[in-house]
């Protein structure tokens, strides 16, 4: 099932998710909706927030198209562990369509989580896995990768979605 995906500026994108209570057959069949309307979008990450549920969790897939897809569900992701060393990546996001800017983060983290099974994980992600993992835990914090920006920029691609979100309300 493809979700509908909020779009910047959106209230609900700035909001304090709450933590996940337990993985249950729901919470599953959301993780596996919004794999779906990710892999539809395209992207390599998706929040909840992004669907409107305030909850601690996002999917994500940054295998390359020559490996094997490797989709990951992450219930109430921690950062348990950064490196010093920082890595720039061009970050987009499926919230602020068409729009890509370059954002320091630590090239490498660790991240404790709960799996689809209800089992408790940690995972060392690297390179855009790292990029991603942290993107999505902003996410849940109510930060967008815009929110790295200057001032200026940030309010120039607020125009550009506001300008959007009219266009697709007029169809």
């Known amino acids: 099932m493809i979700l509908p995906i909020l779009i910047h500026p959106d209230p609900r994108l700035k909001k304090l998710c709450d933590p996940f209570d337990g993985v249950d057959d729901d919470a599953r069949a959301?993780?596996?909706?919004?794999l779906e309307t990710?892999?539809?979008?395209p992207g390599v990450?998706?929040?909840a927030p992004q669907i409107g549920k305030?909850?601690?969790m996002f999917v994500m897939d940054?295998?390359?198209d020559e490996e094997d897809p490797n989709p990951m569900?992450?219930?109430?992701?921690?950062?348990?562990?950064a490196s010093e060393e920082k890595n720039v990546h061009e970050e987009g996001c499926l919230s602020i369509p068409g729009q890509f800017e370059d954002v320091t983060r630590p090239a490498e983290v660790k991240v404790g989580f709960i799996d689809k099974d209800g089992k408790e994980q940690e995972e060392h992600f690297t390179g855009l896995?790292?990029?991603?993992?942290q993107h999505e835990i902003d996410h849940l914090d109510g930060i967008l990768f815009v929110d790295y920006l200057s001032r200026m920029k940030r309010s120039m691609i607020t125009k550009k979605m506001q300008k959007l979100k009219k266009e697709l309300a007029a169809g």
Request: hydrophobic share 60%.
């Open 30 to 34: 959301m993780a596996d909706a919004m």
């Open 38 to 41: 990710m892999y539809d979008a």
């Open 45 to 47: 990450g998706l929040a």
């Open 54 to 56: 305030t909850v601690r």
């Open 62 to 64: 940054c295998a390359k």
């Open 73 to 81: 569900a992450l219930f109430n992701p921690v950062v348990t562990w």
């Open 129 to 133: 896995w790292a990029t991603c993992a």
